[in-house]
Nanobody, 129 residues
Framework: QVQLQESGPGLVKPSQTLSLTCTVSGGSITTDPYYWTWVRQPPGKGLEWIGHIGSGGRTDYRPSQLSRLSISRDTAKNQFTLHVSSVTPEDTAVYYC?????????????????????WGQGIQVTVSS
């Protein structure tokens, strides 16, 4: 059974770059047919799809934040990492890494749903000086 675990800083200062890593066990990030995905939930708001990296390394990002986002991976460590540059307090959220089946990803990009995919437990990130 696949398991995902987020790690990274809990507090980041405005204008800095946030980097969060998802460590995967019980399954390889290079195996089809999955997208390895980042989702976040700001306080008092719903889930937001941020971006994903496919089993072949292809990435896709939320269009409104495209210039600030990147996702990389380390296949040897079976990890993938989200980078968010120039963070602001609006980036404060609980961040989740999720494994989503290809067939579900189109709907998941629009409306992330905990009933789909395999989720990490989440990590609280606060952007504050």
């Amino acid at each position: 059974q696949v398991q995902l675990q987020e790690s990274g800083p809990g507090l980041v200062k405005p204008s800095q770059t946030l980097s969060l890593t998802c460590t995967v066990s019980g399954g390889s990030i290079t195996t089809d047919p999955y997208y390895w995905t980042w989702v976040r939930q700001p306080p008092g708001k719903g889930l937001e799809w941020i971006g994903h990296i496919g089993s072949g390394g292809r990435t896709d990002y939320r269009p409104s934040q495209l210039s600030r986002l990147s996702i990389s991976r380390d296949t040897a460590k079976n990890q993938f990492t989200l980078h968010v540059s120039s963070v602001t307090p609006e980036d404060t959220a609980v961040y989740y890494c999720v494994r989503i089946d290809w067939a579900q990803t189109l709907r998941f990009k629009t409306t992330p749903d905990r009933d789909f995919g395999s989720w990490g437990q989440g990590i609280q990130v606060t952007v504050s000086s």
